[in-house]
């Protein structure tokens, strides 16, 4: 195999750390230093019909692209294979499961994309970290899904062999580097957009997908009534009704 060269180390191992620690050490920052900024900075008031479509598409086709990931990545092929789960039965739900996940995300942004860009107001409240966020997650979802597509199915790479091996190294300290030098260039397109996009993560919007609301599940519940239940008169709730 060939010897890794200093570009090799640091596309594949200083920059990764590097983003790894700017992904710790920015939550930790704008969780101390920007508690109120740490939101959705949600647009709805100014538009909601594509919204309703595109926000759902969106967050249930990225979740099912994170399950994916976590198996893929995270399990090693001889873990499957002690399992009984064939590498064609792997592929197969991967492409079948993977690409519906990926449709689902690709049109889901498309439509958020459109949304935040067709409309004037949405598009006045759009930051330039809010762009390059877009962008970044454009890039990183369209190469992972050519990736899979045309270099994983069609192509007949095994990232389960390369990538995956890579990125459970990186955890202990170890990468391989020529796993990610000799990877195809989608995947690679794919894996260094991604890292850039955890790198920036902190002090985007996205913070908001480790805000968990639980303070909904014991609140007291809201009543909203309208104005023409407001100006009739309040009946106990003893009272008996006359019909």
């Known amino acids: 195999m060939t010897s890794p060269t200093a570009w090799h180390?640091?596309?594949?191992?200083?920059?990764?750390?590097?983003?790894?620690?700017?992904?710790?050490?920015?939550h930790i920052w704008r969780y101390r230093y920007d508690k109120f900024g740490w939101t959705t900075r949600s647009s709805q008031i100014y538009e909601?019909?594509?919204?309703?479509?595109?926000s759902p598409m969106f967050h249930y086709g990225i979740i099912f692209v994170f399950l994916g990931?976590?198996?893929?990545?995270?399990?090693?092929?001889?873990w499957t294979e002690a399992?009984?789960?064939?590498?064609?039965?792997?592929?197969l739900?991967?492409?079948?499961?993977?690409?519906?996940?990926?449709?689902?995300?690709?049109?889901g942004l498309a439509i958020l994309i459109?949304?935040?860009?067709?409309?004037?107001?949405?598009?006045?409240?759009?930051?330039?970290?809010?762009?390059?966020?877009?962008?970044?997650l454009a890039i990183t979802i369209l190469a992972g899904t050519y990736a899979t597509i045309f270099e994983s199915a069609l192509g007949h790479y095994d990232y389960r062999e390369g990538i995956s091996i890579w990125f459970r190294q990186f955890?202990?300290?170890?990468?391989?580097?020529?796993?990610?030098?000799?990877?195809?260039?989608g995947f690679q397109i794919h894996v260094i957009s991604a890292i850039l996009l955890f790198a920036v993560w902190p002090f985007t919007r996205l913070v908001h997908v480790f805000t968990v609301p639980l303070g909904y599940i014991t609140r007291p519940y809201i009543v909203y009534r309208s104005k023409d239940q407001l100006?009739?008169?309040?009946?106990?709730?003893w009272e008996q009704i006359d019909f």
């Not at 909601?48 to 595109?54: A, E, H, P, V, Y």
């Not at 990931?69 to 001889?78: A, R």
């Not at 991967?94 to 995300?105: E, H, K, Q, S």
């Not at 580097?177 to 195809?184: D, G």
């Open 93 to 107: 739900m991967a492409i079948t499961v993977g690409l519906a996940a990926a449709i689902a995300t690709v049109g």
């Open 83 to 91: 399992v009984g789960l064939t590498d064609a039965w792997y592929h």
């Open 9 to 26: 180390t640091f596309l594949w191992v200083i920059i990764p750390y590097l983003a790894l620690a700017s992904f710790i050490l920015g």
């Open 114 to 136: 459109y949304r935040r860009r067709s409309n004037n107001r949405v598009f006045g409240e759009t930051t330039k970290l809010d762009k390059l966020m877009y962008l970044m």
């Open 48 to 54: 909601s019909k594509l919204l309703r479509i595109g």
């Open 69 to 78: 990931h976590v198996i893929g990545l995270g399990v090693p092929k001889s």
């Open 171 to 185: 955890w202990t300290l170890q990468p391989d580097v020529m796993l990610m030098a000799t990877a195809p260039p």
């Open 231 to 237: 100006r009739q008169p309040q009946r106990r709730g």
